[in-house]
């Protein structure tokens, strides 16, 4: 941790419009991994907290704060060396739970152990009154039989696509890590581009248009639109969270396996 924090930069990362309709929802994803080997040195925990924040020197404005601009049509991500908002960070063990459980029922996040299951579907504050951007949350399993990462980011920073290549990156990490000194794996090959503009510059002049479901949502003004627009972040996830459980919604989880990736 004290390489990335010494290492990052003042950093303003422009978001778009749509990236503020997604400011206070997060993007749960479990990865699963099974210690096949039965090695007692499977991921060990101080290996994978390392190359997290190594490789949290790729995407600086994971421990950044999020702005909104304009009313809430817009919004930006502040790094400030200053002033970090680091990610949480936390792991547990499992002494109920092993892998095996978990195939057993089929990947259900219902078996996970407790201090994982429940993925927080609004960006809600923490008891610092803070939006932690990105929350990761490690469950290592009865007699070290697998370890379980929960990854819960605010959506703003990037679709679930982007996410997944964050951990490609950070399993690269690891990986190099274990066989390099502490903090000398290599930089990425490809980089990283922040930049929405150069999304938008790529999109074609004639798109398709939103199906009926997309265009209710996000094609007409409301009061209640307009008044989410001008909550924070913080606030307008508050209340969604708050309404969510009389919304009688319904939760899907998808499983994709290494050979369907």
């Known amino acids: 941790m004290d390489t990335f924090i010494a290492a990052v930069k003042q950093q303003t990362f422009p978001l778009s419009g749509a990236d503020s309709y997604s400011a206070c929802v ?6 699963y991994f099974e210690n ?4 007692a040195q499977f991921m060990p925990s101080a290996l994978l907290k390392d190359s997290f924040y190594t490789t949290l020197q790729e995407f600086s404005f994971f421990a950044g704060h999020l702005h909104m601009k304009n009313g809430g049509v817009g919004a930006y991500i502040d790094v400030d060396p200053q002033n970090l908002n680091m990610p949480e960070y ?20 219902n078996a996970l152990p407790t201090e994982i299951s429940k993925a927080d579907i609004f960006s809600t504050e923490n008891a610092d009154n803070v939006i932690k951007l990105v929350r990761i949350k490690v469950a290592r399993l ?12 605010v959506h703003a920073l990037a679709d679930a696509y982007g996410f997944c290549e964050f951990m490609k990156r950070w399993s690269h990490v690891c990986r190099e890590m274990m066989a390099a000194p502490r903090d000398q794996a290599s930089s990425s090959d490809t980089g990283l581009l922040t930049e929405r503009k150069a999304l938008y510059d790529s999109l074609p002049e004639n798109g398709q248009p939103m199906d009926e479901t997309t265009a209710k949502v996000l094609g007409k003004k409301s009061l209640l639109s307009v008044l989410l627009a001008w909550l924070s972040p913080e606030k307008r996830a508050e209340f969604l969270d708050s309404i969510t459980p009389c919304a009688m919604t319904d939760n899907h989880v998808f499983y994709l396996s290494n050979e369907t990736l």
């Open 26 to 31: 997060t993007i749960p994803l479990y990865y």
């Open 36 to 39: 096949k080997s039965s090695s």
């Open 90 to 109: 936390t792991e547990h063990n499992s002494d109920s739970v092993s892998f095996n459980d978990l195939k057993a029922a089929g990947y259900s996040p």
């Open 142 to 153: 009865q007699n070290n039989t697998g370890v379980v990462i929960l990854v819960n980011p």
